[in-house]
Nanobody, 114 residues
Framework: QVRLVESGGGLVQAGGSLRLSCAASGNTFTRLGVGWYRQAPGKSRELVATITSGDRTTYVDSVKGRFTISRDYAKTTVYLQMNSLTPEDTAVYYC????????WGQGTQVTVSS
């Protein structure tokens, strides 16, 4: 069973950048797709970006051109590089196998101040 752990969140000013990491255990990770999700206060969780085992990527419109999802097969880690952050990006960010799903981790808090 693959277990994913998120890290890299923090407090940043608008216009700044953060890189989130999703570290995986389990040797089947490299053959699986992964998605980054986020949940802002009072809002439902939304899918932000996905990456397939073949490194094809998708993004929600609100982050296109600002966020980049990538994976390091050697480190079994998926990253979410977030640039030009705005207060609307404030949320708890989660990673999860996509589209397989599975359990949710603790997430990592991203707070963007104006």
């Amino acid at each position: 069973q693959v277990r994913l752990v998120e890290s890299g969140g923090g407090l940043v000013q608008a216009g700044g950048s953060l890189r989130l990491s999703c570290a995986a255990s389990g040797n089947t990770f490299t053959r699986l797709g992964v998605g980054w999700y986020r949940q802002a206060p009072g809002k439902s969780r939304e899918l932000v970006a996905t990456i397939t085992s073949g490194d094809r990527t998708t993004y929600v419109d609100s982050v296109k051109g600002r966020f980049t999802i990538s994976r390091d097969y050697a480190k079994t880690t998926v990253y979410l590089q977030m640039n030009s952050l705005t207060p609307e990006d404030t949320a708890v960010y989660y990673c999860r196998l996509f589209p397989l799903g599975g359990s949710w981790g603790q997430g990592t808090q991203v707070t963007v101040s104006s």
